[in-house]
Nanobody, 126 residues
Framework: QVQLVESGGGLVQAGGSLRLSCVAS????????MGWFRQAPGKEREFVAA????????YYADSVKGRFTISRDNAKNTVDLQMNSLKPEDTAAYYC???????????????????WGQGTQVTVSS
């Protein structure tokens, strides 16, 4: 059973930055696409970003493109999300997830991920 643990959330002012990190328990981590999703109160979980197994391909939601950067370190079993120029609308619980495949086939769809972390809260004040 894969365990994913996120860290790095917190309270930040608009325009600020945060770096989220997710560590996976299994060495098979390196074989799979990894993604970040977020969910705000009263809203559905939405795709934020994903990175292919090698780190060579990245995918972003339009709402975060140019502000967020996803990266991974397969030697450390970690995937990070660097978030810059944060906006109040970025406020949400952020979840790390392991995809079912190595590349993005439908990686914006939460149903293509098999394992999820417990989430870390990001709050952006105006």
């Amino acid at each position: 059973q894969v365990q994913l643990v996120e860290s790095g959330g917190g309270l930040v002012q608009a325009g600020g930055s945060l770096r989220l990190s997710c560590v996976a328990s299994e060495r098979t981590f390196k074989n799979y696409l990894m993604g970040w999703f977020r969910q705000a109160p009263g809203k559905e979980r939405e795709f934020v970003a994903a990175v292919s197994w090698s780190g060579g391909n990245t995918y972003y939601a339009d709402s975060v493109k140019g502000r967020f950067t996803i990266s991974r370190d397969n030697a450390k079993n970690t995937v990070d999300l660097q978030m810059n120029s944060l906006k109040p609308e970025d406020t949400a619980a952020y979840y790390c997830a392991q995809g079912r495949f190595s590349y993005c086939g439908a990686c914006t769809n939460a149903g293509t991920y098999d394992y999820w972390g417990q989430g870390t809260q990001v709050t952006v004040s105006s």
